[in-house]
């Protein structure tokens, strides 16, 4: 059992075009800067890509979506401190969006992973957000039914990592990490710290290895949230 | 009515926090939204420590960092780096979702476009154009267990914020407990404003005036007074 | 915020009769022996208890079923290398029984923390336990729909806490505790070691502490294994 | 019939598991179940390894430590004592079921007291007497990629196990994939049992006649070869 991949372009192999992806993070912080570029680098189109948001200056999601390989964005907040890429897009209908609350798409994203085809929310009910959604009343409060979300492939950071799979991350990095690893058919991690099985305390493990299926390994991971405030650019 | 040019008869937005900050319990746990809520944080009174929540995963965190020691994977869901007070937390975010929805959080603190006197709150989004981006907010007005909404009680145009039913798109129904403003403190009871605390510049009529539907008094009403910030 | 109490009995104080209670534990891991004990020595009566098995021996929750102060159960597995306790109460109709296999028992008590009301899983379906339950077909596929579970009070083991009730466990004692800890009004946690504020790694954290409301130390906590292995009874 | 008197003619229990073992791939992830199926893990070919989990919380479990030096929050979900192989993980039950349910397991083995042809599973109650008991079977049946059972051909009191339809309660619904028994390997395929492999000490008239539903063939039937253990 070795999950690990030599290169990125391993790592990303198989994604074609009309795939689905999460892409973990929130913000700058969990962002697989180095997985989206590896991704770029493939150019596979018509991507519906799953993530908290939709990127910012001209690096990583946001460079994915400038480049025109996204067709389809599932998010909670299209909007960050250089959105242009993203805004661009829509605002040109070169782009779908589908907005869902946070907690709604972290719930949703874990459904996925967990066998648990819908679930009811209080969330978005009474708003334009659960606009042809099932309602059902529990114990005389309403309800809104939201469904699963699975992808064919999730791209995240984490901190450490094992050859099975084993994981742990950074702080508030892990944010949807976890749950994006349960929740698509491929799950393919860039870790910081490649460490042997073992190397990971069988207590701080936060994503076991049974949800994940390609570990590589970048030393010195960009951080999204500078490389946007050294105005970098993919290219 | 020239309310809004009289600042000794509107409280400050730091203010509005101040005042909001003296309602959280010594240990409650407190998610404050992103922008003007924030500032809640700076005014804990002495003696009491609120335990602060983010969406993106942490329990416990402090105050920003000095310039230049960041870490931009400790931020806020603002995207402010932060620091960790003892006996903090990380987790995922649907952990984090789960301590929201399931009523874990003892107080939600958010801005507001609109309040309606049955307490629908509509502060995400205010026409069809642009780009539309909800974050958090739909689920923390039905998470925890008081929903407070800070702000100026009229729009910078003159209108009121407080209203019988809000035109703009909704973030919750029936969800917000308290509105502290610019100018009053209001409880949503029973599908009324209920008003609690009023700026003591401000007759009740005046009030009542710059507000969009009718407030309701039921027991004393308190004048709403907060030190120079 | 100090949520630590000084003694057991504080710390299962104000669970009166008619309370539901969640019990943590699996088999012998994780039973928090002395506060199930502390609860006895209460004698509240007519409780629910939801706990994945039913008691064994002559101790922890077979001693609080043998004791008569249990009226239901909701559990997966009631059945143990020595049962007698639950077994006697439940086949002279003195106790009632909601069976509930135990992934569902699992999802039902962290949709209760989670605020989610209902959600839909395969299990079950076309089975006796699935009898009554609405059906609901996703994408082709029949599923039940099952409810939220809750409770007054939650009784969790765990290894380390600190004043703002932080948790960790130990190994596979942690199965239902962070659960439970999530889904009860009141939540009552013994740990085997208290440490200060900072003394748990925030990586770490398994159980945030704003699921916990009472943290009592016990510090040579028994094991139920090695009691019913011993012989023991409470008395 | 007298078939079960003839050891020769039957494989044993700790056989069975180790032709259900021949069929686990390098890697794959794996829960036994209680009692018989946990000696599928005896039998691993030799640079094949499982990873192994339990309900309770583990994944990457091994062998029962020396007697004595059990560690009784070190157990699987028979309440046995365990080791730990190197990566291995401790979590929670929701996210052990979130394995189960969400198809994260490549293979579930489970013993079984009837399988219809259909791939029905009644293995958790035979009566309406004594004390019900389920566990996590009903989720293990639904989950895993692979549902394998492990059984006797025959009850012991000579009733076919491989049925039409079961009479016991049903722990699942078209579940199972592949049945290995003390005389057979048989696939559950288009609502049909599908035999594989057979006895070479048994003809197929005789399997037949043991077997409550009608054995089909599609495609070569092996012999069902196994080591003396």
Chains 1, 3 share one sequence.
Not at chain 1, 130 to 147: H, L, Q, S, T
Not at chain 1, 205 to 224: K, L, N, S, W
Not at chain 2, 1 to 25: C, G, K, V
Not at chain 2, 121 to 127: P, Q, Y
């Amino acid at each position: 059992m070795d999950k690990r991949v030599r290169s990125l372009a391993e790592a990303v192999s198989g994604i074609e075009s009309g795939a689905s992806v999460m892409i973990g993070g929130f913000g700058g912080s969990g962002a697989p800067i180095e997985l989206i570029h590896a991704l770029i680098d493939r150019r596979p189109r018509d991507l519906t890509v799953i993530s908290n948001n939709a990127g910012t200056g001209r690096i990583g999601l946001a460079a994915l979506i400038d480049a025109g390989l996204v067709a389809r964005m599932i998010c909670s907040f299209p909007r960050s401190s250089d959105p242009r890429a993203f805004t661009q897009k829509f605002l040109a209908g070169e782009i779908a969006l589908e907005l869902v609350p946070q907690g709604t798409l972290a719930e949703r994203i874990r459904a996925g992973g967990a066998g648990i085809p819908a679930f009811y929310t209080p969330t978005a009910y009474g708003t334009e957000l659960a606009d042809g959604k099932a309602i059902a009343e529990f114990d005389g409060r309403p309800y809104v039914r939201e469904r699963w979300l699975k992808a064919d492939f999730a791209l995240v950071k984490a901190h450490r990592g094992d050859p099975l799979g084993n994981l742990t991350y950074d702080k508030a990095a892990r944010n949807f990490g976890p749950l994006m690893c349960m929740a698509a058919t491929t799950t393919i991690v860039q870790v910081s710290h490649l460490v042997p099985a073992g190397g990971i305390d069988p207590e701080a493990v936060v994503t076991p290895g049974i949800f994940v299926d390609r570990v590589v390994e970048v030393a010195a991971p960009r951080q999204e949230e500078e490389l946007v405030r050294a105005e970098a650019r993919y290219a | 009515m020239s309310i809004e040019t009289q600042p000794d008869r509107r409280l400050s937005n730091a203010q509005i926090a101040w005042r909001a900050a003296q309602d959280i319990a010594d240990g409650a746990y407190v998610n404050l939204g992103i922008g003007f809520p924030e500032m809640v944080a700076r005014y804990q009174p002495p003696g009491r420590e609120a335990i602060f929540h983010t969406e993106n995963g942490i329990l416990n965190f402090g105050a920003p960092p000095a310039p230049g020691a960041e870490d931009w994977n400790l931020i806020n869901a603002g995207k402010k780096a932060v620091t960790l007070k003892p006996g903090a937390a990380f987790f995922h975010h649907a952990d984090s979702f789960a301590m929201v929805r399931g009523g874990h959080l003892d107080v939600a603190i958010l801005g507001a476009y609109q309040v309606s006197e049955n307490g629908d709150l509509a502060n995400w989004r205010v026409g069809d154009s642009g780009v539309p981006a909800v974050g958090g907010a739909m689920d923390l007005v039905h998470g925890a267990r008081q929903v407070f909404v800070v702000t100026e009680h009229l729009t910078r145009t003159g209108e009121p914020k407080l209203v019988e039913r809000c035109s703009f798109p909704l973030t919750g129904v029936a969800c917000v407990t308290r509105i502290y403003t610019s100018h009053a403190v209001v409880d949503i009871a029973g599908g009324r404003f209920v008003l609690r605390e009023k700026h003591p510049g401000l007759s009740f009529d005046a009030l009542q005036a710059i507000t969009g539907a009718r407030l309701h008094v039921d027991g004393p009403v308190g004048d709403l007074v907060v030190p120079e910030l």
